[in-house]
């Protein structure tokens, strides 16, 4: 039993759900992205909630990362956001659905699923309206419909592109381009194809600034973890991820005494110190270490001192009344997470996407 516990609570992240709901039409379907262990967490956990949660879609970024969730018994359907024609296959064999953004890729899926001779093999088009990331541009529409109108091998579940810049007010005038470019690149499919596909734009931030764009799906990633890019909207949402562990043994230096590797910390004074079970092998960078972050013991902030270790960091627990084996929480709200990924200047999708696969997972 390793104490160190990262904690999924499943009422908050199924309420953070129904306030996206909230912001959108009844019929407008979810996909919930739950890509890279979902933001960090626990992408099998995760799933089976969305399971029963009435969401419609899953998208993973990479095959790996679906077949996982098949082989836990996740029966929604998965659209591989980021499939690689080499693994075209293995996403056929394990009833993936992929995301396809080249003349190329679209011409090599159709050869296999015609050889395996399937019919209406669910696939999704993503195209390129200004984050020059992954997809097809506006031309390519033409030589799309002739390789997919009327094919019996495949069936367009959805179409969409990915905003660049949803959070940020102001870039909305490139925005709304970005959308207004994706609108004229599905009438010819509507036009031309007997089932309608699903189009879709917005992530977390396009529900919540965008809204009017909609269409018939959205795909909500971060949002589900109670963070939505602007405190205005991450303050109504709860938090769903608590990472907490135990104090392992409690030291007392005395002036002049060093700690930790490099001798990093000096005692100025007699210092009592907690030495906690998580290091940068978790997911704790060693930016965090030399009093640059904190931690809670009985609700009182304990520096972390010393240099972070690939293990173990160092906390300053002398003015804190407290003994080895009570309980240290990292973080447990959005604002913890929020500082935290400040300290370590970046933004809470790649501190949470951090933390490592060694923490035990819980969802309660
Ligand atoms: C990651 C991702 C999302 C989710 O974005 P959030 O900002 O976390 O909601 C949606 N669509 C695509 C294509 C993505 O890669």
Same mark, same amino acid.
């Given at each position: 039993m390793h104490p160190t516990i990262l904690e999924i609570n499943t009422d908050n992240l199924v309420k953070n759900i129904a306030f996206f709901k909230s912001k959108l039409h009844q019929k407008t379907k979810m996909v919930a992205v739950v890509k890279a262990f979902a933001y960090g967490s626990d992408a099998v956990s995760i799933s089976k909630i969305l399971q029963k949660n009435n969401i419609d879609y899953l998208a993973v970024a990479y095959t790996k990362e679906g077949i996982q969730l098949r082989k836990n018994n996740i029966i929604l359907p998965i659209i591989v956001l980021h499939a690689q024609i080499e693994n075209y296959k293995k996403i056929i064999k394990h009833s993936l659905e992929p995301n396809i953004y080249s003349l190329n890729g679209l011409k090599k899926f159709i050869q296999i699923v015609k050889k395996k001779n399937l019919k209406r093999y669910p696939i999704h088009l993503k195209f390129n309206t200004?984050?020059?990331?992954?997809g097809f541009v506006k031309e390519d529409v033409s030589e799309i419909l002739k390789l997919?109108?009327?094919?019996? !091998?495949?069936?367009?579940?959805s179409i969409f592109s990915h905003l660049a810049?949803?959070?940020d007010s102001a870039e909305k005038e490139f925005t709304i381009k970005q959308i207004h470019l994706f609108e004229s690149i599905k009438n010819p499919f509507t036009e031309a194809l007997k089932n309608k596909p699903y189009y879709h734009i917005l992530n977390t931030s396009g529900i919540l600034n965008y809204s009017e764009y909609q269409m018939d799906m959205v795909r909500l990633g971060v949002g589900m973890f109670g963070?939505? !890019?602007e405190p205005k909207f991450t303050n109504k949402l709860k938090n769903v991820l608590t990472l907490k562990t135990k104090i392992s043994q409690i030291h007392t230096i005395n002036k002049g005494e060093s700690l930790g590797y490099n001798r990093a910390f000096v005692a100025t004074k007699k210092t009592k110190t907690a030495t906690l079970p998580i290091g940068h092998a978790d997911g704790i960078s060693r930016k965090l270490g030399n009093k640059n972050s904190f931690v809670y013991i009985n609700h009182k902030k304990a520096t972390i001192i010393g240099n972070v270790c690939m293990d173990m960091i160092m906390v300053d627990v002398t003015n804190i009344n407290c003994k080895e084996g009570d309980e240290v929480i990292i973080f447990d709200s959005q604002k913890d997470i929020l500082r935290i990924s400040k300290e370590l200047n970046t933004i809470p999708y790649e501190f949470l996407t951090?933390?490592?696969?060694?923490i035990k997972r819980k969802v309660i």
């Open positions: 200004g984050l020059n990331r992954l997919v109108k009327n094919n019996p !091998n495949i069936s367009i579940k810049a949803s959070e963070f939505a !890019n951090m933390l490592s696969q060694r």
